[in-house]
């Protein structure tokens, strides 16, 4: 019964790093979002997968680029990390288009870049 | 585009009391709207949703809520507030553009209830 599960969950990088967070759903749900949580600002779509091989940008894509090489996962990369990239990254999954039923959400990636 | 507000940052409530937390929209069309919870250190999870129909929606945890057309409102309400219920509550509302189709959040409100 894991549903959808984030890794890693903690994550320090130093400005000009690069890293993957990779989110892994066993629902079979054919979308797949990745968000970021910053206070005051709720949360912002950065990309997301309507399906296996397809990815889309969302509000704030910059700096980050995405994979849907299987359709259980769904990876975010990080090429080179900026400070303002310091953020709660939450992955989430749907069974159909998020804007017609419920969203599972991981339980977040807190990611610091200094 | 779509977008939803929440005008409280932070909402505190007796135990005991009823809770009522605000969320306004601003759509074109007609509205699909969500209430999502965030407990400490988790991610979202799903209270209830309003697609048509009627007014009232009863979701998850005895919360429920009320959409308003008219005020183009949809508070999130429960009648006796626990303790438990402390968390961030985000109202989200659905956006649709061409071919996508993804929901738009609320800056969120934290409720805190007070034993």
């Known amino acids: 019964n894991a549903g959808v599960t984030q890794t890693p969950k903690f994550r320090v990088l130093k400005t000009g790093q690069s890293m993957t967070l990779l989110c892994a759903q066993d629902?079979?749900?054919?979308?797949m979002y990745w968000y970021r949580q910053d206070p005051g600002m709720g949360l912002r779509l950065i990309h997301y997968?309507?399906?296996?091989?397809?990815?889309a940008k969302g509000e704030v894509p910059d700096g980050y680029n995405v994979s849907r090489l299987k359709k259980q996962n769904f990876l975010l990369g990080l090429e080179s990390a900026a400070p303002s990239q310091t953020s709660v990254y939450f992955c989430?999954?749907?069974?159909?288009?998020?804007?017609?039923?419920?969203?599972?959400f991981g339980q977040g990636t807190r990611l610091t870049v200094v | 585009a779509q977008s939803v507000a929440q005008p409280e940052d932070q909402v505190n409530v007796a135990e005991g009391n009823p809770l009522t937390v605000k969320c306004t929209y601003s759509?074109?069309?007609?509205?699909?709207l969500f209430w999502y919870v965030q407990y400490p250190n988790r991610g979202l999870q799903f209270l209830l949703k309003?697609?048509?129909?009627?007014?009232l929606v009863k979701g998850s945890y005895g919360f429920e809520a009320e959409f308003n057309k008219s005020q183009t409102s949809f508070h999130l309400k429960k009648p006796s507030a626990l303790v438990s219920d402390s968390a961030l509550y985000f109202c989200a509302v659905r956006d649709i553009w061409g071919r996508d189709d993804k929901i738009i959040f609320g800056k969120g409100t934290r409720l805190h209830i007070l034993p």
């Open positions: 309003y697609i048509t129909g009627d007014n």
């Open positions: 629902m079979n749900h054919e979308y």
């Open positions: 989430a999954s749907s069974y159909e288009a998020l804007g017609g039923t419920e969203a599972f």
């Open positions: 997968s309507v399906g296996e091989g397809t990815t």
């Open positions: 759509v074109s069309g007609n509205p699909y």
